[in-house]
């Protein structure tokens, strides 16, 4: 929804990158590929992408999962900030938006650590969780269609192990779901998913303000 942290005037957000965005010349060019992209939006904010390389460092993740790939972004800064024998399943339904990730991928030595699975998630969640996967993800990200978001969230609580993190984006949805005269179907998604994670006892809670809105969940 946006490529950028909300409420951050443009010279500030200037700065914030300048100051301390370290991003790789690959997920540059990648960011710049898909700034052409009719879809654009869908892009993480470098920013964001920066702070769950952290992420996924700090919690020392080995096993990760993502739904909803796009053009790649998320993946590959996930994919890179893991150790040498670490994974990647990344779900998507779109060769044609994928075709540039698989793209990027292989120019930044990451492709070996990304499971890239053409399907509807669900049915590639269940499926993990029928073989037998449940609970042994480090951590999971979800930026798809938002009308599953509660969905994909029940299914990576039962993928992702105690101590494992779930970040699930644009839970701001650029305003919107503070906004009650905006009703359309995905605003409402996402403003029940809120309401939901807020009264989860199963994990630990925070909102983080950055981008578009990323929610992070620490399973207890």
């Not at 951050?8 to 914030?16: I, K």
């Not at 972004?73 to 994974?87: E, F, H, N, R, W």
């Not at 798809?144 to 993190?165: I, M, P, S, T």
């Amino acid at each position: 929804m946006t490529k950028k942290t909300l409420g951050l005037e443009p010279q500030l957000q200037d700065y914030l990158l300048a100051t301390s965005l370290r991003e790789s010349e690959t997920l540059k060019q990648l960011r710049e590929e898909t700034a052409n992209h009719p879809r654009a939006t869908m892009q993480i904010a470098p920013e964001q992408g920066q702070f769950m390389a952290l992420l996924v460092q700090l919690i020392g993740a080995k096993k990760t999962l993502e739904v909803g790939v796009f053009t790649g972004y998320s993946s590959l800064v996930v994919a890179a900030a893991l150790p040498p024998d670490g994974k990647v399943i990344a779900c998507d339904i779109s060769e044609e938006y994928t075709e540039m990730a698989r793209r990027y991928w292989q120019q930044a030595g990451v492709a070996d650590k990304i499971d890239l699975r053409i399907a509807p998630a669900l049915e590639t969640l269940d499926n993990l969780l029928e073989n037998g996967e449940a609970e042994t993800f480090d951590f999971a990200f979800i930026d798809a269609d938002k009308g599953n978001y509660e969905n994909y969230y029940d299914r990576a609580l039962k993928l992702v192990r105690r101590g494992g993190v779930i970040a699930i984006d644009n839970v701001l949805w650029n305003g919107s779901v503070a906004d009650l005269e905006v009703q359309d179907n995905q605003t409402r998604s996402i403003r029940a998913l809120n309401e939901k994670l807020h009264g989860d006892e199963r994990i630990t809670l925070s909102l983080v303000p950055i981008a578009d809105g990323l929610t992070l969940a620490l399973k207890r």
